[in-house]
């Protein structure tokens, strides 16, 4: 199957910094990919679909200063978490279309916020 | 507004047995359905997709069916192995370019 690669898996920041994540499709090219964050025993929610070349669509709720996504190529997203906070600790999980149906989902991201 | 539905929360199941999983869904009209594996701390992996026109599908032990008449699907996995623990989700999208959305998934644990 077709592989997402994100890094890095894991990352602690002080309170207020920002932090990146980056997103790739190894193998495929990527119109569309799309950002997830879980919490602990909770499924998947939706943040936002990036096309490539075009700016973000966010989910209602999600804050589009917060969560800054560039998508600069049909390989690369990257979701940057500005001024982060504690609550803004969480497992973030990218995803990339290669097709109109599957989803293929990178390895995930934890973050902790301290 | 839309709601997906995985029954169980978690399912213990006995080795070699069939596993079957539940998902229900409402005011919600899918153009396909994908079911994942989670493990801790991990991304989901993709094991099947079904769309709206099809019945069943399988792939090695498992198989996946989906009523659009009862908006269900159900998700078997055969002779379940330990290995097989882990929690699978249950994803819909209504096709185009739209996103999956999940349901909460079933944690199963095969007991050997």
């Known amino acids: 199957g077709a592989v997402v690669s994100q890094h890095p898996s894991r990352v602690i920041c002080k309170s207020g910094t920002s932090v990146k994540i980056e997103c790739r499709s190894l193998d495929f090219q990527a119109t569309t990919m799309f950002w997830y964050r879980q919490f602990p025993k909770q499924s998947l929610m939706l943040m936002a679909t990036s096309n490539e070349g075009s700016k973000a669509t966010y989910e209602q709720g999600v804050e589009k200063d917060k969560f800054l996504i560039n998508h600069a190529s049909l390989t690369l997203s990257t979701l940057t978490v500005t001024s982060a906070h504690p609550e803004d600790s969480s497992f973030y999980i990218c995803?990339?279309?290669?097709?109109?149906?599957?989803?293929?989902f990178g390895p995930g991201t934890r973050l902790l916020v301290l | 507004s839309q709601k997906i539905e995985q029954n169980s929360e978690a399912l213990n199941i006995q080795e070699g047995k069939t596993a079957t999983l539940t998902c229900n869904y409402t005011?919600?009209?899918?153009?396909?359905l994908q079911w994942y594996r989670q493990d801790p701390g991990r991304g989901p992996v993709f094991l099947l997709l079904?769309?709206?026109?099809?019945k069943e599908k399988r792939k090695e032990r498992l198989k996946v069916t989906f009523d659009t008449t009862l908006k269900q699907s159900l998700f078997h996995i055969t002779a379940s192995q330990p290995a097989d623990s882990a929690t699978y989700l249950c994803a819909l999208a209504r096709g185009g370019n739209t996103p999956l959305v999940f349901g909460k998934g079933t944690r199963l644990s095969v007991i050997a």
């Open positions: 079904i769309r709206e026109n099809e």
């Open positions: 995803s990339a279309r290669q097709l109109l149906e599957t989803q293929y």
């Open positions: 005011n919600y009209s899918p153009a396909y």
